[in-house]
């Protein structure tokens, strides 16, 4: 009798541990304080009907017992195993999550600035920041070195770690749309040469007048676009840093206009694609700011020499 007693105490013991547990862990994670309150009152309950058996001498009623196991039960299945909280992207991260392309061949723009010289639109998905951004005229005569150097331009000093990075480069051909211009993630890609981006923009063929076109990707996802590229001249790499993307951007066009214009006076052809060996006269330069495949702003100017 005395063995049985002491085995009966034990079994008790281990259930009135796991209940307090389960409680434990459920009010640490949903933190239900009523329905916490109600359990414990329960289990208080069920602990002193159990010492009062147990003082008497006498085995556990089985409706205790199920009582107590339901408790238990209970507790545990509504007890979800924590999870970490899903990681959220910032704004210039969304991946085209609203529909701009009006099935005219024209991305609707939500307003068109002008800003020295070169015109702006800006798009849904355009952040404050983007909104603020000014943007200096091109300057190719400052940007005769690649920006991926220091430079000083009218005593003003451009680290080469606001700028960009000199990563890849190649020529480009596709005489027909179905190629994919692949811009990476937190990267830029250049274009100079004549072109077609369906929705987005293009440049064929006009005069003597050549054209670059910069596609600068702030999102954490890679873009394919689809595109037409004749007889073009294209490289990428990496901008160090996006508060300085204004800058970066500028230095960029810049030096792919003193190229195209020849400024350094080349006797190669350096027409890129004006068909002039002298190079081009006049350049149309558009850079392009997306976030994957939603574009977010765009903008356009021309230099002459």
């Known amino acids: ?85 899903s990681l959220k992207e910032s704004a ?26 070169w015109t702006i639109s800006y798009f849904p998905g355009s952040t404050q920041e983007m909104l603020d951004w000014k943007f200096q005229d091109p300057n190719p005569k400052a940007w005769s070195i690649f920006p991926n150097v220091t430079n000083t331009v009218a005593s003003k000093v451009y680290p080469a770690a606001w700028l960009l990075e000199y990563g890849q480069d190649t020529d480009f051909t596709c005489q027909s749309v179905g190629c994919f211009f692949v811009v990476p993630a937190g990267e830029y890609r250049m274009f100079s040469g004549d072109y077609a981006f369906p929705e987005i923009d293009q440049w064929l063929a006009k005069d003597d007048t050549g054209s670059a076109i910069m596609f600068v990707n702030v999102g954490n996802q890679t873009a394919e676009w689809e595109a037409l590229l004749k007889r073009g001249f294209t490289y990428r790499g990496r901008y ?40 081009c006269p006049r350049v149309r330069l558009t850079f392009v700011i997306v976030s994957g495949h939603e574009i977010l702003m765009k903008a356009t100017a021309f230099v002459s020499r």
Request: charged share 15%.
């Open 1 to 85: 009798m005395f063995l049985k007693m002491w085995i009966t105490r034990f079994w008790i013991f281990l259930i009135i541990l796991a209940l307090v547990a389960g409680v434990a862990v459920w009010a640490v994670f949903f933190k239900p304080s009523q329905a916490v309150a109600e359990v414990m009152e329960v289990a208080k309950v069920v602990e002193r009907v159990v010492t009062v058996e147990v003082e008497k001498k006498v085995e556990v009623p089985k409706e205790v017992t199920r009582v107590v196991e339901k408790i238990v039960k209970e507790t545990v299945v509504v007890t979800p195993v924590p999870t970490l909280p």
């Open 92 to 117: 210039s991260s969304l991946v085209a999550a609203t529909t701009q392309v009006t099935g005219t061949g024209q991305i609707t723009a939500t307003s068109v600035v002008t800003q020295g010289a």
């Open 240 to 279: 160090w840093w996006g508060e300085h993307l204004p800058e970066a951007v500028w230095a960029g066009m810049s030096h792919a206009a003193y190229r195209m214009l020849n400024l350094s006076g080349e006797t190669a052809n350096a027409g890129a694609n004006c068909s002039n060996r002298d190079g």
